[in-house]
């Protein structure tokens, strides 16, 4: 794995770690000044669904960290690229029922994670 994919599956994980202590932890306290077009007595009731959602994006993380320990190349680019296919694919759900930003911050960097982990093969193919 190049180290610009390195690169991009740590970006990937310490953002899915984010999105999972947002989550888990400050859905109630932070989430109204995040999300200020939602409804502040929204929060409350809706904290079990958000740590659920959090819980989600912590295992994303942690499998986008196992990639990084694999040894054999060819296992850390396939486990790394099914997380990294499993972002891109929340994103882009996400991104047709929430809002286009999400396609940005969470697909975007997955694809461009995916680009640096098989444009190498490509290449390779080509010789």
């Keep these: 794995m190049s180290i610009f994919a390195k690169i991009m599956v740590v970006l990937v994980a310490i953002l899915h770690l984010y999105i999972a202590w ?10 109204p000044a ?3 077009q939602l409804p502040g007595d929204l929060f409350l009731p809706t904290a079990a669904m958000a740590a659920n959602q959090g819980v989600y994006n912590l295992c994303l993380a942690g499998g986008l960290i196992w990639s990084l ?4 190349a060819e296992w850390q680019r396939k486990v790394a690229s099914g997380f990294l296919l499993f972002v891109a694919a929340a994103g882009v759900f996400g991104a047709s029922r929430v809002s286009l930003d999400i396609a940005l911050v969470q697909a975007g960097p997955a694809i461009i994670g995916l ?5 190498p093969m490509a290449n390779r193919a080509k010789r």
């Design 34 to 36: 995040t999300f200020p």
């Design 22 to 31: 947002f989550g888990i932890f400050a859905w109630q306290t932070q989430g």
């Design 115 to 119: 680009i640096f982990l098989w444009l």
């Design 69 to 72: 320990c694999i040894r054999d």
